[in-house]
């Protein structure tokens, strides 16, 4: 890089150092586990959901995102063989079997699947960070470490250092934090802007949610209690979830910052299951923020 | 305990990377596009533009004032008692799925379907005996397909009982559904004020 003006050069040079840090393979490889084992956890367990899912009336498809290529559904056959394959790779990726192959394939699977699970009316917002991650860490070298692969090449946890693996690991990060920035973005550019903090939409997103799960015979959160008692901790919990959405980027700068990011907001989705009712069991998992907790050592300056 | 050396010195593949990085995190963040612009088009843009993976995240963003309309499904009683179906009766997918279809349908005037879907599934529930897990359930003898707005200040839970109510359709368990039309609310007292 001697062509480069010195100035440009150095702030290159910081740049590369704090978002691609020269890292061991372990630092991706964790995420992968996690990551992957998660998707095949739950892939499990929607299983039989999806298959009825995938049988429901054409009248109610509502393609979105890569699903928009279809006019109409695809035969429930091919749609729960498609769910299946996510389902075998990401198993497959999370093991490392095949990495260069079942990586990216789980990604692309799992993209898929999700997308067409969100094409019948309803998208759901708790498996964008599950798919984003399993794309970048399937599609980067998250496999040279505690991986069959890397047991097959004599060398589980090989030592050396490559940029490549702490860029894969703030690939993932990237994931996780804009998720919370545009949730944040959303808050404060609706009809309220700052004043969300205050906590009176939230309650009453609180109250319409009780209202709908009573109404479709279903149980409603603690919360819906606290709502005749005024504000309640609907004010704190609002100002926590500005503070950690909007702060989200800073947990790139640095792993302290993105420690502190981990810890506030797995509290901020502990606070929501409690008063709201509402699991992110992927946030609460702690899986979501592993690329925030980097693994393994890494070269400084 | 052994020291590390430092960081090699950048390379255009490093270069790459960081570019890489950039495009990613612009792509990631491509959805606030849709939060540019006045206060009304954002409210609409942000509902319209969501998508998977690339969501907007509307949700908890909404100023409710303090209210909502639900098109819902209510079962009455022969003692005329508010009971809720389950939204499985509807289909698989979840509430919130199950809401949004029955909604759609509701406002595409197909109401008489919805409440016939309801009350043949309660019924062929009673044939197989999977009614008995369900006292309040077995107990309906009428499916009404309706709009209702609840305030929030006011709602009881556990009542069922909405602030308004517009009825769309009807079906006797067992029985044949009868449509009633578009099941318009009357403006709220509060609306009509502004």
New interface residues.
């Given amino acids: 890089?001697r062509s480069l003006p010195v100035p440009v050069?150095a702030l290159?040079?910081r740049?590369?150092?704090r978002?691609?840090?020269?890292a061991q393979a372990v630092r991706p490889a964790v995420p992968r586990i996690g990551v992957g084992a998660f998707a095949v956890h739950v892939g499990l367990r929607r299983r039989p959901?999806l298959r009825?899912?995938h049988?429901?009336e054409a009248e109610?498809f509502r393609p979105?995102?890569v699903a928009r290529v279809l006019r109409r559904p695809l035969p429930p056959r091919v749609a729960d063989v498609l769910a299946d394959a996510a389902l075998v790779a990401s198993g497959l990726a999370a093991l490392g079997v095949a990495h260069r192959v079942t990586g990216p394939a789980a990604g692309a699977l799992q993209?898929w699947t999700?997308?067409y699970r969100?094409s019948?009316?309803?998208?759901?917002?708790h498996?964008?960070q599950m798919?984003?991650h399993q794309i970048?860490l399937g599609l980067g070298p998250s496999a040279d470490a505690l991986s069959l692969d890397a047991l097959l090449r004599g060398q589980v946890l090989p030592g050396r250092f490559d940029?490549?693996y702490g860029?894969t690991s703030?690939?993932a990060a990237?994931?996780t934090v804009?998720?919370y920035?545009?949730?944040g973005?959303?808050?404060v550019?609706?009809?309220?802007g700052l004043r969300?903090a205050t906590g009176?939409?939230?309650?009453?997103?609180i109250?319409?949610d009780?209202?709908?799960?009573?109404?479709?015979?279903?149980e409603?959160p603690r919360a819906?209690?606290l709502?005749?008692r005024g504000r309640g901790p609907f004010g704190l919990l609002a100002l926590t979830s500005l503070v950690v959405e909007l702060g989200a980027p800073l947990a790139l700068l640095d792993p302290r910052l993105g420690r502190a990011f981990a810890a506030g907001s797995w509290g901020m989705h502990a606070g929501i299951r409690v008063i709201m009712g509402i699991r992110f069991t992927y946030n609460l998992s702690g899986i979501s923020s592993l690329p925030m907790l980097p693994v393994g050592?890494?070269?400084?300056? | 305990m052994t020291e590390l050396p430092s960081s090699p010195r950048i390379t255009g593949e490093d270069v790459l990377t960081l570019a890489a990085l950039a495009g990613l995190a612009a792509l990631a963040l491509s959805p606030l596009r849709h939060y540019v612009g006045p206060p009304e088009q954002v409210a609409k843009e942000k509902h319209r533009r969501d998508s998977f993976p690339l969501s907007t995240f509307p949700m908890f963003s909404d100023d409710r004032r303090g209210r909502i309309v639900v098109p819902h499904v209510i079962g009455i009683t022969a003692d005329g008692r508010r009971v809720a179906p389950h939204h499985r009766h509807f289909g698989a997918g979840g509430l919130n799925q199950m809401r949004r279809q029955l909604a759609r349908a509701v406002r595409q005037g197909r109401a008489g379907a919805v409440a016939q879907r309801y009350a043949d599934s309660l019924a062929a529930d009673r044939a197989t005996g999977r009614a008995e897990r369900s006292p309040g359930e077995r107990a309906i003898t009428q499916v009404r397909v309706v709009r209702s707005r609840f305030l929030f200040d006011r709602y009881e839970p556990g009542s069922l009982a909405p602030h308004t109510e517009a009825l769309a359709a009807e079906c006797p368990v067992g029985g044949t559904a009868l449509a009633h039309g578009t099941a318009r609310l009357p403006r709220h007292q509060e609306d009509d004020a502004r």
């Fill in positions: 890089m050069s290159l040079q740049a590369a150092d978002l691609a840090p020269a959901m009825a899912l049988r429901q109610r979105v995102g993209l999700m997308t969100n019948w009316g309803m998208i759901f917002h498996d964008n798919v984003g970048v940029r490549r860029a703030t690939a990237i994931v804009s998720v920035l545009v949730s973005v959303a808050k550019r609706g009809p309220l969300w009176g939409v939230l309650r009453d997103q109250a319409a009780a209202v709908r799960k009573e109404l479709f015979g279903t409603p819906a209690a709502l005749r050592p890494q070269l400084g300056r």
